[in-house]
């Protein structure tokens, strides 16, 4: 990713715990009755009456007389203590898929140096963290300055807090006054999601699996007590009507799949698949149409079924790496960093310069796969203009038949007002290079669902090393995998970078190797098809700023590690490929994910403890087999009562097999 300090500053702050002061109006209980537009959500929002629907910590802000933006009071807080964090907030009543606006007036005295005082909006879901805002805070000594950001609450939300704060480390005195959040747009009631066929609508002649939609519903308050209608209809490319479905939904909170048996035997050619969605009331409220492309052979690179890659025929799992300049692309680095148990590199470097096709040239003979960055040839960034998309078809003609290329890179973290110029990038790929597909990576987690259309491959990066835990490795996992609807690949962006390169006075804290493969097994557990780590280059440099930091020395102890782990990985890709999954009667809440895959005669548990303390989880084994071997690597085992309970170290990590009885 191509991070700047606004960026840091939303990824970098990460509350560790949901016990902040939640609502707790389940997602499922959820009916749109949203407050009119213009209402404040926020409560007391100017402090007038005092603490009020606050949740203020003892001994820390308080609402003072004689100092405010509008009224008579503002809440004050100063903190000399450096190591003190505190969060002033309340719930906020929203629903899945509103957008909000939030602003805030904030005056400071001596606020910290780059990050100062400002204000945050997080989701969670059954107390997990799902996301959230985190915008440009306000530092140094300034008079009332009025901040502003909007956030869409993630689909899966079944609470949001809204919150007041001075950053993490940051000493000074701040005053807050005249908080107003409004809904400013509500989810439509109905979205569908074509989840099969799921590579571009592609399918392979002679392959009758259903075709299916995953609906989603959101019950309107004026619905009659009647059926949702919806209706499917197949068309050939001369407009004749092939195939007409029509099925009836309960109109229930939630998603509900709508399979379709699709005609027998036919032919190679391109097909429309259209869909018509009626309101209990009788009332078109969607109507929406897919290509289906009915193909003599699949691509060379595809998404298939389950979210993976193919590549020539085979399942392939990118382990990938982002680069800096195009001296990392030279010999020396693409061998070093094969060597390193690395398979993908991508870097920014090339885009529409020259040298792209040696590039690729090189990188094949290092046997690396390359995942092209078109990322910033659009309209609008840096020095492209309208012809920016003539531009990036150039380039996907040139090297669309390069054997080494993945996939395209279409986007870094392009917030959603460019998704009409995103669509007509996808679009460009789609048709000019039907061989290889699309991939994004953002940032806004709550708006990610609406990227569904405009790429084959979604990712996050949730760079969790410097937070109390690791846990969003998972979650943010999680929260792709819920967008993706099982009918995209899924690769995540770990971190091991250090945030010191990035963060003025920042103290280094480089991820260990503990801290690194964690991070693997996490994403892994919860679904990740590939991993994409960020950043190869900024591994030589020691602290802000990175060009007068440059440590090559730290570069190979670091590197070590790196490759250590990436090799570790490499060696366990091979039965996550293979996708025998086996489910495991886990408990409905454990500090330690858990997954298990079936390797020939072996079970492959996979663990990963996410904190930094020593965590246990224990379960009943899958029928059929046994400990063997009690300790494996980080994790210990033991065998009590029909259960077992593995033991792993703080950060700890691994596979332990299970033996056929």
């Known amino acids: 990713m191509k991070i700047s300090i606004s960026h840091i500053a939303q990824k970098y702050f990460y ?17 749109n009755t949203n407050a009119t537009a213009g209402t404040n959500l926020i409560q007391n929002g100017g402090f007038e009456n005092g603490a009020a629907h606050w949740k203020i910590p003892a001994n820390t802000a308080e609402v003072v007389n004689g100092v405010a933006h509008s009224g008579n009071y503002s809440l004050y807080y100063s903190n000399e203590d450096r190591s003190q964090y505190k969060l002033f907030s309340q719930p906020i009543k929203v629903h899945p898929g509103e957008r909000i606006e939030m602003s805030v007036w904030v005056k400071g005295e001596n606020v910290g140096s780059v990050r100062g005082a400002g204000f945050f909006a997080e989701s969670y879901s059954s107390g997990k963290f799902l996301g959230g805002a985190y915008p440009r805070t306000k530092s140094g000594t300034f008079d009332w300055t009025e901040l502003k950001a909007s956030y869409t609450i993630p689909p899966s939300a079944q609470s949001t807090t809204f919150g007041l704060y001075l950053e993490r480390n940051v000493t000074g005195k701040a005053w807050f006054d005249d908080i107003n959040v409004q809904v400013v747009s509500q989810p439509a009631a109905f979205e ?23 609906l989603r519903i959101r019950p309107q308050s004026d619905w009659s007590a009647a059926d949702v209608t919806v209706k499917n209809e197949l068309t050939n490319a001369q407009g004749k009507v092939l195939l007409q479905k029509e099925t ?8 509900t799949q709508i399979a379709i048996t699709p005609p027998q035997n036919l032919p190679v050619g391109e097909y429309t698949l259209s869909q018509t969605i009626i309101d209990p009331n009788g009332k078109v409220q969607l109507t929406q149409s897919s290509p289906i492309q009915i193909v003599a052979q699949m691509p060379k690179v595809y998404i298939d079924k389950d979210g993976f890659t193919v590549f020539d025929g085979k399942r392939f799992f990118p382990m990938g790496v982002y680069l800096g300049g195009t001296k990392d692309t030279d010999d020396a680095n693409l061998q070093q960093i094969k060597e390193g148990g690395f398979n993908t590199v991508l870097t920014y470097s090339y885009g529409n310069n020259k040298g792209s096709e040696e590039y690729l040239d090189r990188a094949q003979q290092h046997d690396l796969k390359v995942i092209y960055s078109l990322k910033d040839i659009y309209p609008g960034l840096g020095k492209y203009g309208d012809d920016a998309i003539n531009i990036a078809t150039q380039f996907v003609d040139l090297l669309k038949d390069k054997p080494a290329l993945l996939a395209w890179y279409t986007n870094d973290e392009l917030h959603p007002e460019w998704l009409p110029k995103l669509e007509k990038t996808y679009q460009m790929v789609e ?13 806004e987690k709550g708006t990610i669902e609406k990227y569904f259309n405009v790429t084959d491959v979604l990712g996050l990066d949730p760079y969790p090393v410097g937070n109390p835990d690791l846990t969003i490795s998972s979650t943010y996992t999680d929260f792709v995998k819920d967008a993706v609807h099982g009918a995209r690949g899924i ?27 964690n991070q693997a097994y996490q994403s892994i557990i919860h679904g990740a098809t590939g991993l994409i780590w960020y950043s190869y280059y900024d591994l030589r440099y020691k602290q802000y700023p990175r060009d007068q930091n440059l440590d090559m020395t730290l570069f190979q102890q670091r590197w070590k590690d790196v490759s250590a782990m990436a090799q570790e990985i490499d060696q366990i890709t091979p039965v996550i490929l293979e996708d025998q999954k086996v489910l495991l009667d886990l408990p409905a809440k454990s500090d330690v994910e858990a997954a298990a895959w079936k390797q020939g005669n072996q079970l492959a548990l996979l663990f990963a403890n996410p904190y930094y303390a020593t965590k246990s989880i224990t379960f009943a084994l899958p029928q059929g087999w046994m400990i063997k071997d009690a300790e494996q690597g980080q994790i210990k085992s033991t065998f009590a009562n029909g259960k077992a309970t593995f033991t792993l170290s703080t950060i700890g990590s691994g596979v332990f097999y299970l033996e056929k009885k």
């Open 431 to 443: 048709q000019s290079d039907p061989n290889h597909p699309a991939f994004q990576v953002l940032s």
């Open 192 to 214: 569908s999601f074509l989840t099969s066929p799921n590579y571009r609508g592609m399918v392979k002649q002679g392959d009758n699996s259903p075709w299916k939609y995953s």
């Open 491 to 517: 690769w995540m962006v770990p971190q091991i970078m250090d945030w010191a390169v990035y963060r003025k006075n920042q103290k280094p804290n480089p991820p260990t190797l503990d801290e690194m493969r």
């Open 15 to 31: 509350i560790a715990t949901a016990a902040i002061f939640l609502s707790t109006l389940p997602a499922c209980a959820q009916v």
């Open 248 to 255: 009836k939904v309960a109109p229930q909170e939630g998603e």
